[in-house]
Nanobody, 122 residues
Framework: QVQLVESGGGLVQAGDSLRLSCAAS????????MGWFRQAPGKEREFVGA????????YYADSMKGRFTISRDKSKNTVYLQMDSLKPEDTAVYYC???????????????WGQGTQVTVSS
């Protein structure tokens, strides 16, 4: 079992940057690919991006490329989502997830965090 705890969400203005964190714990937590999803009000959850357990490769949804960057600190078992030039349409609950690989994770996580709210005002 893997536990994921997100932090770093909040209210920001359009154009601002924000970094989310996801701390992983539990059995073999460090061996999973980890990534991020988001769900805006009234919309389905969508994949943002993911990073391998080694931290040597990333995979992003096409619509997320450019402003979103995922990184990983293996020593802390923590994954980060750096979001730049935020827009009101980025407003969503952001979820951390863990899965066996980048591709399988992009289809849905095996383990999920509780989510953190990001609100971008115009």
């Amino acid at each position: 079992q893997v536990q994921l705890v997100e932090s770093g969400g909040g209210l920001v203005q359009a154009g601002d940057s924000l970094r989310l964190s996801c701390a992983a714990s539990g059995r073999h937590a460090s061996s999973y690919a980890m990534g991020w999803f988001r769900q805006a009000p009234g919309k389905e959850r969508e994949f943002v991006g993911a990073i391998t357990w080694r931290g040597d490769s990333t995979y992003y949804a096409d619509s997320m490329k450019g402003r979103f960057t995922i990184s990983r600190d293996k020593s802390k078992n923590t994954v980060y989502l750096q979001m730049d030039s935020l827009k009101p349409e980025d407003t969503a609950v952001y979820y951390c997830a863990a899965g066996a690989s980048l591709i399988t994770l992009s289809r849905g996580g095996r383990y999920w965090g509780q989510g953190t709210q990001v609100t971008v005002s115009s």
